[in-house]
């Protein structure tokens, strides 16, 4: 894991890599992120664009992504709701199904109660947490 904080970010995905960069990268932040993200996409890569928490709205340098011979990608999860609810419904069984094996650990930093949700998803506005954060529900008093 990287610490986009205190560490450098593309020195880090380098030294990973061995130089070559990364194939597939998820940003949900854009703005410096997209930038890094651009400095260590690989060739033939792909650079998956899901949001804008930064708040700060990307203008990717298309004759650098023809250049590195990468994709650009946007996603935008919430239409496949009403243009292929279908798909939603087999990604999701897909992933139950990949957690359940253990073939991929989604990383949980904290769980919070109920009572907490409202702090929770501000420490998530706020780009201050790693991972996601779990809001569970309070077991009943027997």
Sequence with gaps: MIDRRSEDVVAAVKEATGGRGADVIYDPVGGEAYAQ???VVAFEGRIVVVGFASGTIPSPGLNHALVKNY???GLHW???NTKNPKLVQ?????LTELAARGAIKPLVSERVPLAGAA???QKVAD???TG???VVMEEAAA
């Design 37 to 39: 993200s651009a400095k």
């Design 71 to 73: 994709s650009i990608l």
């Design 78 to 80: 919430g239409l496949y």
């Design 90 to 94: 087999h990604c999701h069984e897909q």
């Design 119 to 121: 702090t929770a998803v």
């Design 127 to 129: 780009g201050l947490t």
């Design 132 to 134: 996601r954060i779990a």
